[in-house]
């Protein structure tokens, strides 16, 4: 394969894959999109986006194909979908966050059909992403990454080699969520219980600025709280996945993780208020 592959397949136009569909048409790869909602994926027509409505015309030809389905089971439909359209030995960036059982099943079947499986999820929300600025984990053969080289550095700041067997990459994504979502529900609660005992939430927020315990995390999260401007960087549906994901992974593993299971609490709570499509940061109103 040439170090730059001339035609990639982005199935899933979310964020994220809007966002690494766009910058992969600013460096010069020519991009063939698909999504299970024909219209998100048409607004990449105006980028010079080739858009497809059937997954195996969009990857028909691609040297690499991207997937950033919502979960395991969308992502496995989709290349399901695709096969009939899968050029031989196409490399494969599976780059959603779907868990350990799901990212098992995905490499056997990209073992059956044909495909360089690698196991590449992203840190990452709206806005490093759309600026390319993305962490991606990755696992997968060494001989082949050379070729995905100028893609990666079309989508990331930074791409963290975790081994050459896949599911490692899938294995610390969700290790980073536990913290991740750590930070979001500390600061949700911390702001809820001083607007509880009668104070504003803001002094929290104030104290912390500019202290060992600041971080730009923390003023992203804490912003959209306090201004009620929850448009959604990563929605609070996804993180309920990702932390459903979290514990069962630990469980199989024989590790307790109380923070993430009373978490899931919260983020269930606000599910149920409507709350779902709403950044994660609406924890605050679970």
Do not use: C
Not at 35 to 52: G, M, P, S, Y
Not at 129 to 141: D, K, M, R
Not at 239 to 263: C, F, I, N, S, T
């Amino acid at each position: 394969m040439a170090k730059q592959p001339g035609s990639i397949a982005v199935l899933g136009i979310g964020i994220m894959g809007a966002a690494v569909a766009r910058n992969l048409r600013r460096k010069g790869f020519a991009v063939r999109a698909w999504n299970r909602t024909l219209q998100r994926a048409q607004a990449l027509i105006a980028d010079d986006i080739q858009v497809f409505a059937e997954p195996a015309e969009a990857v028909r030809g691609a040297q690499v194909i991207i997937t950033l389905g919502k979960d395991g089971a969308a992502v496995l439909q989709a290349m399901q979908q695709a096969r009939d359209g899968f050029e031989p030995g196409a490399l494969w960036l599976q780059m959603a966050t779907v868990g350990i059982e799901a990212n098992d099943e995905l490499q056997g079947f990209a073992r059956d059909g044909g495909l360089v499986f690698y196991d590449a999820p992203v840190l990452g929300t709206r806005q490093p992403a759309e600026q390319g600025q993305l962490v991606v984990l990755g696992a997968g053969p060494e001989a082949h990454r050379p070729a995905l080289q100028s893609l990666l550095e079309a989508i990331a700041k930074r791409v963290l080699w975790v081994a050459e067997q896949p599911g490692a990459g899938s294995r610390l994504k969700l290790a980073l969520n536990s913290w991740v979502l750590a930070l979001t529900h500390g600061a949700a609660e911390s702001l809820a219980l001083a607007k509880g005992l009668g104070l504003d939430p803001a002094l929290v927020v104030e104290l912390v600025s500019g202290g060992p315990l600041d971080s730009g995390y923390f003023q992203a999260k804490t912003r959209a709280m306090l201004s009620g401007d929850y448009s959604p960087s990563f929605t609070l549906a996804n993180a309920l996945k990702d932390a459903e994901l979290m514990v069962a992974a630990a469980a199989r593993a024989g590790v307790r993780l109380d923070l993430a299971e009373a978490g899931i609490q919260r983020f269930q709570r606000a599910l149920e208020q409507g709350h779902g499509d709403k950044d994660m940061a609406a924890s605050y109103l679970g």
